[in-house]
T-cell receptor
Framework: SQQGEEDPQALSIQEGENATMNCSYKTSINNLQWYRQNSGRGLVHLILIRSNEREKHSGRLRVTLDTSKKSSSLLITASRAADTASYFCAMLRETSGSRLTFGEGTQLTVNP | DGGITQSPKYLFRKEGQNVTLSCEQNLNHDAMYWYRQDPGQGLRLIYYSQIVNDFQKGDIAEGYSVSREKKESFPLTVTSAQKNPTAFYLC???????????FGEGSWLTVV
């Protein structure tokens, strides 16, 4: 399988704190994306970082990519209770055309 | 409204039966995907299709079949050969030249 691995599997923090989630992958990629999933719902796209980028920001989200280590991190700053969800990284592989594979996810709980 | 519609939301299957999950999109997207998600787990790719009348197996295609006779439709049949079909099934699509993948709201399949 070409899925990524995410850690931690679960993260529980207080409102206002920052949350950091990590994703590692095995093969070369075109880009890496982060998605959010509320319980029992579909996934929603958050942010995309290309293989030639190192850092990207979107609102309270900051994503980094280290292609030499084949890893990425998602930072959510000043977390809110509404950020409680599962977060997944997804990899579009260079040699796979349209194939998009996902990591195992991090379950984030933000306590009010 | 544009989007991806999955139906039914909840489906119960008796052992030995085939069932078909519907996925329709009106986004004019080229590529469509089916993923399986088990409780607390990540997404695993079942099948994907880049164009009409063409599809490829994903990581867990055994016991499943698909068709892509129309651009907007990508139904998934869970056959009796799938021994453990109880799961949450997610359909998704994207523009061929794009990167963001859009998800439906998912279908819950339970074997009774």
């Amino acid at each position: 399988s070409q899925q990524g691995e995410e850690d931690p599997q679960a993260l529980s923090i207080q409102e206002g704190e920052n949350a950091t989630m990590n994703c590692s992958y095995k093969t070369s990629i075109n880009n890496l994306q982060w998605y959010r999933q509320n319980s029992g719902r579909g996934l929603v796209h958050l942010i995309l970082i290309r293989s030639n980028e190192r850092e990207k920001h979107s609102g309270r989200l900051r994503v980094t990519l280290d292609t030499s280590k084949k890893s990425s991190s998602l930072l959510i700053t000043a977390s809110r209770a509404a950020d409680t969800a599962s977060y997944f990284c997804a990899m579009l592989r260079e040699t796979s055309g349209s194939r998009l594979t996902f990591g195992e996810g991090t379950q984030l709980t933000v306590n009010p | 409204d544009g989007g991806i519609t999955q139906s039914p939301k909840y489906l119960f299957r008796k052992e030995g039966q085939n069932v078909t999950l519907s996925c329709e999109q009106n986004l004019n997207h080229d590529a469509m995907y089916w993923y399986r998600q088990d409780p607390g787990q990540g997404l695993r790719l079942i099948y994907y299709s880049q164009i009409v009348n063409d599809f490829q197996k994903g990581d867990i295609a055994e016991g499943y079949s698909v068709s892509r006779e129309k651009k907007e439709s990508f139904p998934l049949t869970v056959t009796s050969a799938q021994k453990n079909p109880t799961a949450f099934y997610l359909c998704a699509s994207r523009v061929q030249a794009g990167n963001t993948i859009y998800f439906g709201e998912g279908s819950w399949l339970t074997v009774v």
